[in-house]
């Protein structure tokens, strides 16, 4: 049993192959007779050992044996003599078929081991090491083959020749024979001739007859004999006659002796030729007898030749048969024991198969199963026999998820398929396998059948069910549980799930959550906590009811229940905890805690006493206040009736009764002798008792009557005022108004005042600054009661019925109650008609005066314009004569001078003077211009670095003088505000005239720096030139004024008019110090000195 | 050389006038000097209107020697008036004057004046500086192209 599931495989595959040998050797046969003309006799085995070799190749050992004996039957039929008959005419036909028929056994044996097919060599695949010997293995045996065919052949030649020279062997004796037979006959013959010639009796004759018969046999036996050898024919030919002629002759005797007796018959024996004949005819028969042991000889010896060699063949091929019958033997041996080790190993296959609990199963082309295992029957239900032969899908009910169709066209496509099915086991229950399914193919690769492998995975897919059905449960759970839940991982602590409360709770969302741990999100308040957590559920695997107040993700706190255990989820070790939000209760326990704490706070805070007692008048609660207004310790009072302990307060306690009796809370005021004091008392009933608030009023009394005495005093102040001063409520009804009131509305007297603001319209007309009428809402009274607060607001006020007009200055403020509530307002007016009218004509002299300004502003604009046309004039007009009288000059001088000297050196000295005169003229109308533009232009003010500015001048004044040595030691950053061209100018003036005024000197140092002049700052120019005469000072810087000759230092003497111009325009001064000969420093400041 | 190219010379005091002739011919430059003695006079010369009518107006001098102190129309309104017209725009124009305020540089460089000289009154000096703005002006500087008709 347990075999036949992989042999009834093989055999199945198998059956086919042994076509393959009917037709091989069919086709052998075919062939070998289309090619029998040409090989006539000739070996015929070859083709069919290569049929055998081919069959045993593509179909196994069983066909391959098959095809060697339908390969002998053909072989014998068909091609050994006789042939188309089974006979066999010679045993070397016997010996040749055996030989091909142990070739076939041999070749069966060693080419095809242990029937394996060629499709299930090709299962076998790659890396089996069978195929490489095999073809060895067929080259090998195709030469044995060869060898034994070859052999066989040389065999058969050998014997036939043997055969052949015994035949002639014997011939020869046979020749012999027949030549000793003629020999006796006629000798024979003679004697009985002889005998009747002397006796005459008939015995003789008889004899005689008979040998002269035998004779005629004998010679004719021999003629035919000899048929093949002229030379003995040619002998016989001869012999012949003188057979005859001596035959004749006993005849004749005899004929003698019958007729004419004894002694005619002897005399014709004495005289006749009888002798003579006899020896010839013995010669000829001697000559035939000599040529046949010749030949017989040489025959004997040729058949004594080819019976050796035929044997030398037969040895050796014997001898190689047996070698190769051992040979083959040694092989199949092998294939043997090949053979029964691979049957080991597919037992070993079969039992493993038998032993997997995994259904394996084959079937053919069409589904029909042809293997079943025992696994098979376990998961079926089915046995062997119940199934092999019934078409799969029918026997199993299969059901997939895809058709059919498309699960057969994966398999075909693809060679193997898997997936899970569902099959109909024996007992009619439903079991899903996991199947894989493989194609077959065979040896043509064409699909042959199927293997197939199914697990019974339907308890496998039930417990699949169960836990995704108790996961769904879980999840649901764990999703709608009102309590937040999450799942972290033991090892690490990562959250892998939690749920919607959690996150609600938390504030983290799952995504923020899942992949980090608490110590990421830092939902612990500190590390120390979360790690004492981490060591208790380690240690314990759960924990429960832990109060934690963790963070939520704004860093709320967030008081926690918290509960966990350990689990195993998905073979990871992950902790599940349910954290419930205790805030609430916390919150609420907290906050009733509190509200207590708070009210007994209140209570013990309050400045008024606070007392309570029960219906029995005892004391149940006294505060600090109460204590000390009391002047009791609380200890004393509680538990004891007021009454008692106060009597003298007998008042109070009736109208406690009093209100307990209305049910009603109330308070008054009453002095209480024994304490010296008046008490504001608020009384509560309630349903248990009563409580009271009790205050101290005493210096609330006193402030009041204070406060009646302090408002006369305001009144009586309010009253000598000359500003009309009224306050109104929130309605704008006057509460308080002074007796200036009543003059300032031009009433007669207080009395006739109206006393609320909306009676006045009737009154007044009130108008705002600019004339236009101001209605009743912009009156003072009412924007103080919107809230606006303002001094001097002008109105102008007009008496409706007098028509009499005034203007009021009006100050007015709202008043505020304790919570800036406005209830009231403040006005104050005032009657500022007699100083209006004075500031109108104080207005009125002053735009007088602007306009006297203004005129006089424009007289001097446009007598400045003149002057500017007339500088303008200067400069262009009153340069273009002088150009004219220098250019004629010149001309003169460049025209005469040269050509004719009745101008002589004195004439040209007079014309350079006219020129230099020109010049002169030239420069001082250019310094003219600007020293008038200086007063003229407008101030542009700025930051001005003046040592920049001076620098730059330096720069220009040593490029000018390249033949001075000239020493600037300017500060660096002197700065200024002022006008930046004119400040250059008055530096450029000054510069020029230190370069000027150095000009004797060998080294010109130039200083500019600040320096202080008479303990004030200011800027100074300072150069090591020939100074000046101090007494001269005063005209220094006067227009035209000068120092020096202009011969000596020529200039215009408006320099320093245009520097002390420009500093005066700065608002600053300018003054020099000098001495002759010493140098000399001008100090200027800019802008006025503080 | 430019020695076809007129130099055209607007100035009223005939002084100026003579002495600018002479620095121009001692200077050896032989450009033909048209002297105009007032801004209007100017005008007609360069736009071929009044006594210039049917002047070819494209025929611009090599350069325009422009005082600002003119009768009848001032040198600066000649300027706008030549800078305005698409004729002669490209002439270059020097401003020759013996004022120095700044208002009239800045009014004469704002109006496209391409260069500003002022008289001194030193003749040599004077004489040097006509003989370098004939220089430059005739020889050194490329004169702008012709304003093509119509465009």
């Known amino acids: ?1090 | 050389m430019n020695n076809h190219k007129v130099i055209l010379l607007i100035e009223d005091n005939s002084s100026d006038v003579d002495l600018t002739k002479r620095a121009l011919e001692r200077g050896r430059i032989a450009n033909e000097l048209v002297v105009a003695r007032d801004g209007k006079e100017a005008l007609d010369y360069l736009f071929g209107e009044g006594s210039f009518a049917g002047r070819d107006v494209s025929d611009l001098p090599a350069v325009a020697l422009l005082d600002l102190k003119l009768p009848r129309v001032p040198g600066l309104e000649v300027l706008r008036r030549v800078r305005a017209d698409v004729r002669t725009r490209r002439l270059p124009v020097v401003i020759l004057t013996s004022s120095k305020e700044e208002e009239d540089r800045a009014a004469g460089y704002d109006l496209g004046a391409n260069s500003y000289i002022r008289k001194p009154v030193d003749f040599t000096r004077f004489a040097e500086g006509i003989q370098q703005l004939g220089l430059y002006w005739l020889v050194w500087n490329e004169a702008p192209p012709k304003v093509k008709q119509g465009s």
């Open chain 1, 1 to 1090: 049993v347990a075999f036949s599931t992989p042999i009834g495989f093989i055999k199945r595959f198998a059956t086919a192959q042994y076509a393959y040998s009917v037709l091989a050797v069919a086709a052998a046969t075919g062939l070998r007779l289309a090619l029998d003309p040409v090989l006539g006799d000739f070996f015929p085995y070859l083709l069919f050992v290569a049929a055998v070799l081919g069959v045993a190749r593509l179909g196994g050992r069983g066909p391959a044996l098959a095809a060697t004996g339908l390969s002998s039957l053909s072989v014998m039929y068909f091609f050994l003599q006789p042939r188309f008959s089974f006979a066999l005419s010679t045993p070397l036909a016997a010996v040749s078929l055996g030989l091909f028929a142990a070739i076939g056994i041999a070749i069966s044996l060693i080419v095809a081991p242990a029937g394996e097919t060629r499709a299930a060599q090709v299962e076998r695949k790659d890396g089996d090491p069978a195929d490489a010997p095999l073809l060895g293995r067929i080259a090998v045996i195709a030469g044995a083959a060869l060898a034994l065919g070859v052999l066989a052949s040389l065999l058969s030649n050998g014997f036939k020749r043997t055969v052949d020279a015994e035949h002639w062997v014997d011939h020869t004796y046979q020749v012999l024979n027949a030549a000793a037979a003629v020999r006796s006959s006629l000798e024979a013959a003679e004697t009985s001739q002889r005998g009747y010639l002397l006796t005459g009796s008939d015995q003789y004759l008889q004899a005689y007859d008979s040998a002269a018969a035998s004779e005629g046999r004998a010679r004719a036996s021999l003629r035919l004999l000899t048929a093949d050898n002229h030379v003995q024919q040619g002998r016989l030919d001869e012999f012949h006659p003188l057979v005859r002629a001596r035959l004749n002759l006993l005849a004749s005797g005899v004929e003698l002796r019958k007729r004419q007796g004894a002694a005619a018959a002897a005399d014709l024996v004495r005289h006749g030729s009888g002798k003579e004949l006899m020896d010839r005819l013995r010669a000829i028969l001697d000559a035939v007898d000599g040529e046949e042991r010749r030949l017989l000889n040489s025959r004997t010896m040729a058949a004594s030749a080819a019976d050796t060699r035929t044997r030398w063949i037969l040895g050796l091929g014997t001898g190689s048969l047996v070698i190769l019958l051992m040979l083959a033997g040694i092989s199949i041996e092998h294939h043997i024991q090949q053979r029964a080790r691979s049957e080991k190993i597919l037992a070993r296959q079969a039992r493993l198969i038998d032993l997997s609990h995994d259904a394996i199963i084959t079937a053919d082309g069409d589904r029909a199963i042809t293997g079943w295992n025992s696994g098979a029957e376990e998961v079926y239900g089915f046995t062997e026999e119940e199934a092999i032969g019934r078409i799969m899908h029918e026997l199993l009910h299969t059901r997939s998820a895809i058709p059919a169709g498309e699960m057969d066209g994966i398999l075909q496509r693809e060679g193997r398929w898997a997936g899970e099915l569902a099959h109909t086991r024996h007992d009619g229950r439903q079991i899903v396998v996991e199947s894989r399914q493989v194609l077959q193919r065979d040896g043509a690769g064409c699909p042959a059948g199927i293997l197939e492998i199914n697990r019974d995975i339907t308890e496998r897919k039930q417990a699949e069910d169960n836990l995704r059905l108790s996961e769904e449960k879980f999840a649901k759970a764990f999703a709608l549980t009102p309590a937040g839940m999450a799942i972290s991982r033991l090892r690490d602590g990562l959250f892998l799930e939690v749920n919607e409360t959690w996150q609600a709770m938390t504030g983290y969302t799952r995504e923020e959550a899942i992949g980090r741990t608490s110590a990421d999100l830092q939902i612990w308040q500190t590390p120390e906590d979360r790690a004492r957590g981490a060591r208790e559920i380690q240690e314990k695997g759960s924990f429960s009811g832990w109060e934690e107040t963790l963070l939520t993700r704004s860093r709320q706190p967030l008081a926690t229940l918290l509960s966990g255990a350990i689990m195993t989820l998905a073979g990871e070790e992950v902790v599940v905890s349910a954290w419930l939000d205790i805030g609430a209760r916390k919150r609420a326990e907290e906050g009733a805690r509190r509200i207590n704490e708070k009210l007994t706070g209140i209570l013990e805070s309050l400045a008024d006493g606070f007392v309570a007692c029960d219906r029995d008048w005892r004391y149940t609660y006294v505060n600090a206040s109460a204590e000390k207004l009391l002047g009791r310790k609380r200890e004393e009072l509680l538990g004891g009736d007021m009454r008692a302990l106060f009597p003298e307060a007998a008042p109070f306690f009736a109208r406690y009764e009093h209100a307990i009796a209305q049910k009603v809370s109330m308070t008054f005021e009453d002095y209480y002798a024994p304490l010296k004091m008046w008490v504001e008392v608020s009384v509560h009933p309630s349903a248990d008792g009563m409580s009271q608030f009790f205050r101290n009023v005493t210096q609330r009394k006193q402030a009041e009557e204070a406060l009646l005495a302090s408002r006369a005093k305001l009144e009586a102040a309010l009253s000598s005022m000359s500003d009309a001063v009224f306050i109104s409520d929130a309605e704008g009804r006057f509460v308080h108004l002074n007796d200036a009131f009543a003059t300032f509305h031009r009433f007669r007297s207080k009395e006739e005042c109206a006393m609320t603001l909306a009676e006045y319209p009737t009154i007044l007309d009130v108008f705002l600054a600019d004339g236009t009428v101001a209605g009743l809402d912009m009156w003072a009274v009412n924007r103080a009661l919107r809230g606006e607060a303002a001094t001097n607001v002008e109105y102008t006020l007009r008496r409706k019925d007098t028509g009499e007009s005034w203007v009021g200055s009006y100050s007015f403020a709202p008043i505020r109650d304790r919570e800036s509530r406005i209830v009231g307002s403040v006005v104050v007016g005032r009657d500022i008609t007699d100083r209006k009218r004075a500031d109108e004509k104080i207005r009125q002299l002053n735009a007088e005066l602007e306009q006297r300004v203004r005129e006089r502003t424009a007289e001097l604009e446009s007598a400045n314009k003149e002057l500017e046309a007339f500088a303008y004039s200067v400069s262009h007009d009153l340069r273009a004569p002088l150009r004219g009288i220098d250019g004629w000059s010149l001309a003169l001088m460049e025209d005469y001078c040269g050509a004719c000297d009745n101008l002589g050196g004195r004439g040209r000295g007079y014309l350079e003077r006219v020129r230099s005169e020109t010049q002169r003229m030239g420069r001082l109308i250019d310094d003219l211009l600007q020293l008038s533009r200086i007063t003229r232009t407008h101030m542009h003010r700025d930051a001005v670095d003046l040592s920049l500015a001076a620098e730059s001048i330096a720069a220009r004044l040593r490029d000018a003088h390249p033949e001075r040595r000239l020493e600037f030691a300017i500060r660096p950053g002197l700065a200024a505000f002022g006008d930046v061209r004119l400040l250059e100018v008055a530096l450029t003036n000054l510069l020029d005239n230190a370069v000027k005024f150095t000009a004797s000197r060998a080294q010109a140092r130039i200083e500019f720096e600040t320096a202080e002049w008479k303990g004030k700052p200011a800027f100074v120019l300072r150069d090591n030139g020939v100074g000046f005469d101090m007494a001269y000072a005063g005209t220094l810087f006067g227009a035209f004024q000068r120092l020096h000759s202009e011969s000596e230092f020529p200039g215009t003497g408006i320099g320093l008019a245009t520097v002390q111009r420009v500093v005066h325009r700065h608002g600053g001064r300018i003054w020099a110090n000098a001495e002759p000969d010493r140098g000399a420093a001008f100090y200027f400041t800019l802008g006025p000195e503080k």
